[in-house]
T-cell receptor, first 118, second 112 residues
Framework: DTGVSQDPRHKITKRGQNVTFRCDPI?????LYWYRQTLGQGPEFLTY????????KSRLLSDRFSAERPKGSFSTLEIQRTEQGDSAMYLC????????????????FGEGSRLTVL | GNSVTQMEGPVTLSEEAFLTINCTYT??????LFWYVQYPGEGLQLLLK?????DKGSNKGFEATYRKETTSFHLEKGSVQVSDSAVYFC???????????FGSGTKLNVKP
């Protein structure tokens, strides 16, 4: 399977605990995105990487959230001191760098990691 | 700002009925427009896209035309099937920007 994979698919945790999600993008894609989706809403942008560099962060990403992509391949999203409001589906997507021949680059999504904070 | 507004769901149709899901957008620049679909238990996947005014995107019998004058990108299908039951998301992306802006999604239920 050469799609975007996310792990774990579902995480249940108690308020105040830390959680970490992992995303493995499509191997030749150098852009990686994290989105958050709550029930009945569309995905909301959190952050994005070009290779290992984190180039943009949303205001939604509080200081309890941190994302890394240390070698420009997989990425992790950590949430510290989870709150009930963090309960959501966390989506990872990847895309190749847009070029004249393939603009606009589409996003390829994983199946998501669902977080439930009790 | 940049945003996408979709018609509220759920939309319930009988098999072979005509489908329209409305989408309008607000953009600070000149966007490309997309429809993504999410089948139950699966990730979002691109359904179709259009990059400039009057372009028509099409795939799997679905169509949408980029209407700059009405800032719209309505999704249509002439004859829906039960297998089309899913959540449909309209989205935009500005040229040379990296974020996609998504609508809230419209759930489609097709009954046999």
């Amino acid at each position: 399977d050469t799609g975007v994979s996310q792990d774990p698919r579902h995480k249940i945790t108690k308020r105040g605990q830390n959680v970490t999600f992992r995303c493995d993008p499509i191997s030749e894609h150098n852009r990686l995105y994290w989105y958050r989706q709550t029930l009945g809403q569309g995905p909301e942008f959190l952050t994005y990487f070009q290779n290992e560099a984190q180039l943009e962060k949303s205001r939604l990403l509080s200081d309890r959230f941190s994302a890394e992509r240390p070698k420009g391949s997989f990425s992790t999203l950590e949430i510290q001191r989870t709150e009930q409001g963090d309960s959501a589906m966390y989506l990872c997507a990847s895309s190749p760098t847009p070029s004249a021949g393939r603009w606009p680059g589409e996003l390829f999504f994983g199946e998501g990691s669902r977080l439930t904070v009790l | 700002g940049n945003s996408v507004t979709q018609m509220e769901g759920p939309v319930t149709l009988s098999e072979e009925a005509f489908l329209t899901i409305n989408c309008t957008y607000t953009a600070t620049g000149y966007p490309s427009l997309f429809w993504y679909v999410q089948y139950p238990g699966e990730g979002l996947q691109l359904l179709l896209k259009a990059t400039k005014a009057d372009d028509k995107g099409s795939n799997k019998g679905f169509e949408a035309t980029y209407r700059k004058e009405t800032t719209s990108f309505h999704l249509e299908k002439g004859s829906v099937q039960v297998s089309d039951s899913a959540v449909y998301f309209c989205a935009l992306r500005l040229y040379n920007f990296n974020k996609f802006y998504f609508g809230s999604g419209t759930k489609l239920n097709v009954k046999p």
